[in-house]
């Protein structure tokens, strides 16, 4: 059935597993015992070539890295972030973790941060941007630079759904003064679970190769001098959200993956999107023209549906094997933000309030085949016609 194909992952490159194994014989699976070259140090090495900056580090998700670059930055104490209102309940959770208040601003139905929104939010309390380039729809990163610079706040980006995305040419993760991934399995590059930490700036570096668990000299171990870590020796807490060695050997041989996988999901996308958007009743909007996208997903908006109509289109494509989620219509989806009851206060926000009743979500794994796509556009407007067209 076309729903089980939605769901699988690809399988873990060979040379993972006999790293693996050679790993398992020798038992040693934290990320300090060997004075150097382990897998986790190497991945960080890795990663940093793959995005073309100075410093990685490696952690448990990217929920810890996000946190953890807060506090690298500086920020808590009731400062206040803007993040968009369409993203992950664990990135509002990221925020409130690090003593922080998230300000939400409206998203629109492109999935984007509304900049109006954004601009009348940003007044002298806002201590940080994070942007949370949701399902790897990237919002205008120009002009969210601009705002940071013009306030001289910086901006974090949450690019755990990103890998392999660019913006202007250049790598999502490396515009804003941190970058944050997820090796999460349902992401381009699958540890299970796992996050990563980007930056070139060398204090934001030293403070969260400490804050991560780099306890006493164990900072030799990372990519730069003593002199940048003396002067937070001792400083700071330890938080020990760090990566261990198995996880590393999993992620480092997918590295080589992402060129492909990236490129294998947009030709995916662009081809059910191309399907999908022929029907009336349907708007898949287009990315920014800054943007090269690398999805594994898919999102359209229902157009003139009333709630009925959604809820039967959902009731039709399960009928016929494919469960599609409408955010809005789900119940407890984690991804809509009237269900983050852990906030004080949920401001109304109808902007993303309409965007999330009608917009659709649908897994693409970059090895689906084009009859697959074929079999989903067949469902997908299938039910479409079921439901529109009334006796
Ligand atoms: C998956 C995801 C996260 C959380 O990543 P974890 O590694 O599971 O903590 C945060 N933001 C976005 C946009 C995500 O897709």
Same mark, same amino acid.
């Given at each position: 059935m076309i729903a089980n194909l939605l769901h699988t992952a690809e399988p873990i490159p060979t040379s993972a597993r006999a790293e693996l194994d050679t790993l398992m014989q020798s038992? !040693?699976?934290?990320?300090?015992?060997?004075?150097?070259?382990a897998p986790v140090t190497l991945l960080e090495q890795e990663f940093a070539a793959l995005l073309g900056v100075k410093y990685a580090v490696a952690v448990s998700s990217c929920s810890a890295a996000l946190f953890i670059a807060m506090k690298a930055l500086g920020l808590g104490n009731g400062d206040k972030i803007l993040i968009p209102a369409?993203?992950?309940?664990a990135v509002p959770s990221a925020v409130v973790h690090a003593g922080c208040e998230p300000v939400l601003v409206e998203v629109g139905s492109n999935y984007r941060m509304d900049m109006d929104d954004m601009h009348q939010k940003?007044?002298? !309390?806002?201590?940080a941007i994070l942007v949370s380039h949701m399902r790897g729809h990237t919002s205008d990163m120009d002009a969210l630079i601009a705002a940071c610079v013009e306030r001289n706040i910086p901006l974090i980006e949450d690019a755990a759904h990103s890998l392999g995305t660019t913006w202007n040419g250049e790598k999502i993760?490396?515009?804003?003064?941190v970058g944050c991934f997820s090796f999460q399995?349902?992401?381009?590059?699958?540890?299970g679970e796992g996050g990563i930490l980007i930056t070139n700036d060398e204090d934001i570096f030293a403070q969260a190769v400490i804050m991560s668990g780099a306890y006493?000299?164990?900072?030799?171990?990372?990519?730069?001098?003593a002199n940048s870590f003396a002067k937070y020796q001792n400083t700071?807490?330890?938080?020990?959200t760090r990566m261990n060695n198995l996880s590393a050997t999993v992620i480092r041989p997918q590295l080589a993956e992402v060129e492909r996988r990236a490129a294998d999901g947009l030709k995916n996308h662009d081809y059910l999107a191309g399907k999908l958007n022929?029907?009336?009743?349907?708007d898949v909007p287009a990315c920014l023209p800054a943007e090269h996208r690398a999805p594994d997903s898919l999102q359209f908006n229902l157009l003139d549906f009333t709630d009925q109509q959604a809820a039967n289109l959902v009731k039709n494509c399960a009928k016929h094997g494919l469960k599609l989620s409408i955010f809005g219509l !789900?119940?407890?989806?984690?991804?809509?933000?009237?269900?983050?009851?852990?906030?004080?206060?949920?401001?109304?926000?109808p902007k993303t309030r309409a965007m999330l009743m009608r917009a659709c979500d649908l897994r693409l794994p970059a090895a689906l085949q084009q009859t697959h796509l074929d079999q989903l556009a067949d469902i997908i407007l299938g039910g479409i016609e079921a439901v529109t067209t009334k006796a």
């Open positions: 038992g !040693d699976l934290f990320r300090y015992h060997a004075d150097k070259d369409f993203t992950f309940a940003l007044d002298g !309390d806002i201590a993760g490396t515009i804003g003064a399995s349902y992401k381009l590059v699958n540890g006493e000299a164990n900072w030799s171990k990372h990519q730069t001098g700071l807490p330890l938080y020990n022929a029907s009336r009743h349907i !789900d119940h407890d989806n984690a991804r809509v933000f009237w269900n983050w009851k852990f906030l004080d206060g949920i401001p109304d926000l």
